[in-house]
């Protein structure tokens, strides 16, 4: 909801989405005019903690853009428009440039922390994305193994042969690599086998509804054997609430994420909570 404000000091609130109805056309003009200016597409960053010792392990980067009419754009409003098109390409570069950069800077003051960036279905096709995720390694002085990219299940099963082929190509690289949303696609599990993933993600979904919903628990309960069978590491996404946490450290889950700890943030709020309190890195990772 949107708060308006009228001169006379009266508030009224109205849903978002009436004030904000960009057609797609207008949206993929508007996007390409915000990729090349600078400061309307930014990035926020959630922070990932450990359940054992609550700790920041990592981050995870979430695009916003500001638009100049239509205000604030979640992503899940402009990101399939630009899936459709070559756009997501140059976005895809953009998100990993601000990203790269911000880790630069942190590591520059001593935070040698992970940091996760969405990979769109489209970009796994794309075999010029290993190459380009090198040079932008090697533009800002990060060392691979900072960097984490996030796929979901669908993007991995498209077609399989060619994203693969990625996959493994940015593996060779040192990046690691997670899937998202795990639960909402179907991977098999030979699939999840043979691929160079060291990640899984919990689907919001399930971990929201696993303390009143028995399938859910069941799900999630699942979804971290399975991970840990497969030697992965298993983050969940969208924890909101103090008995999640404790309902996933008893599963022996590894890593949670969502409102619970911290909403995303911009680059300088995080800048202070990274100084204020560190992460389970500090001082063990390379700082170059
Ligand atoms: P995702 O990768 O699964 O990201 C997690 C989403 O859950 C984020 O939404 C985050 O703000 C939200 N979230 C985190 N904790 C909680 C919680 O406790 N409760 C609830 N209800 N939500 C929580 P956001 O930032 O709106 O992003 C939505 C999706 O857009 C992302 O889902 C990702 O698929 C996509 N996305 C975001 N940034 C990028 C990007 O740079 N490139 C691409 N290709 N996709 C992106
Ligand atoms: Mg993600
Ligand atoms: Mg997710
Ligand atoms: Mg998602």
């Not at 960097?147 to 690691?176: F, N, P």
């Not at 699942?222 to 924890?239: C, F, I, Y």
Request: hydrophobic share 45%.
């Amino acid at each position: 909801y949107v708060a308006k404000e009228f001169k006379s000091g009266a508030v009224i609130f109205e849903p978002e989405e009436h004030v904000t109805a960009p057609s797609r056309l207008t949206v993929l003009g508007d996007l390409r005019r915000a990729l090349e200016g600078a400061g309307e597409l930014f990035l926020n960053y959630q922070p990932k903690y450990t359940l054992d010792g609550e700790r920041i392990e990592g981050l995870e980067a979430l695009l916003r853009w500001r638009h100049p009419v239509h205000g604030l754009i979640p992503p899940d409003d402009f990101i399939p428009a630009a899936e459709g098109t070559g756009i997501i390409l140059r976005l895809t570069e953009h998100v990993l440039d601000l990203a790269l950069a911000q880790m630069r800077c942190w590591m520059d003051a001593g935070h040698g922390v992970p940091v996760a960036v969405n990979l769109s279905t489209r970009c796994l096709l794309d075999v010029g994305l290993p190459e380009l995720v090198r040079r932008l390694l090697t533009a800002h002085r990060v060392p691979a193994e900072l960097l984490r990219l996030e796929v979901t299940e669908s993007a991995v099963m498209g077609d399989a042969a060619r994203s693969m082929e990625v996959l493994q190509r940015l593996h060779d690289l040192g990046v690691k690599l997670s899937i998202d949303d795990f639960g909402t696609g179907y991977t098999s599990m030979a699939h999840l086998r043979r691929l160079p993933v060291d990640e899984l993600k919990i689907d919001r979904s399930f971990v929201l509804g696993m303390i009143s919903t028995a399938h859910d628990a069941v799900l999630v309960r699942t979804a971290v054997d399975l991970g840990h069978n497969l030697g992965l590491t298993v983050v969940a996404e969208g924890v909101e609430g103090a008995e999640h946490v404790a309902a996933l450290r008893d599963l022996g889950c590894d890593i949670a994420q969502g409102y619970h700890y911290a909403r995303p943030m911009g680059g300088e709020q995080m800048s202070e909570l990274l100084d204020r309190v560190g992460t389970i890195h500090d001082g063990s990772m390379p700082v170059v």
